[in-house]
Structures are given as C-alpha cells and as structure tokens.
C-alpha cells in the first residue's frame, strides 16, 4: 500500500507563490509517475502536473510556466512550486502516484487564491 499526504496549500493573494508538498510512504518502488490534480467546485478532477519515472513532465496548459513539479530524490517528497498565482487556480489539491497499475490519492489541501 501507498500512502500519500499533503501540504503547503492554504489562503493567498493573486500573484504570490506556494509550494505544496506530498509525503509518500509504505511500497513507494517502481514508481511510473506521479502528480498534481485538482479540482474546484462544481468542476471536475484534473491533471495539473505530471513527473514520469525517467524525468519527463507534463503540465496543463493553464499552469505551463507557473507551476513546476519536482522531486528531490526517489523516496522523498513531491513538490508543486506555484508562481503567480491566479484566482482561478482556487481548488483543492490532490496528490497521485500511479503503481503497479493502480492510482493512489491523498487526501487533498486547498488552495485559495484572492483576487
């Protein structure tokens, strides 16, 4: 089993920085990819940032260039570094780690951004 647990999110103004964090533990080896989602209200779940096992990225388009994800080493925690932040960026923040063919999720944090 994997267990995942976030950090970081909370209320800030348009334009300021977070870095949320995610706590990985339990049969974190052989990781395919982890990342981002989020989802606001009334809307649905989506991908915001994704790392694959050998390096690559991928990013929605509403975030390429604001938001970077990031891991500092194979059992160590995931980063999402947000920059400028936008109003609409306002959801709650899940993390993810697909494993062996199954999807794990935190339990979300929320991110507030004021206009």
């Known amino acids: 089993q994997v267990q995942l647990v976030e950090y970081g999110g909370g209320l800030v103004q348009e334009g300021e920085s977070l870095r949320l964090s995610c706590a990985l533990t339990g049969d974190i080896y052989n990781i395919d990819a982890m990342g981002w989602y989020r989802q606001a209200p009334g809307k649905q779940r989506e991908m915001v940032a994704t790392?694959?096992?050998?390096?690559?990225?991928r990013y929605a388009d509403s975030v390429k260039g604001r938001f970077a994800i990031s891991r500092d080493s194979a059992r160590g925690p995931v980063y999402l570094q947000m920059n400028d932040l936008k109003p609409e960026d306002t959801a709650t923040y899940y993390c993810?780690?697909?494993?062996?063919?199954?999807?794990?999720w935190g339990q979300g944090t929320q991110v507030t951004v004021s206009s």
């Open positions: 993810n780690v697909y494993l062996n063919y199954k999807y794990f």
């Open positions: 790392l694959f096992t050998r390096g690559a990225q």
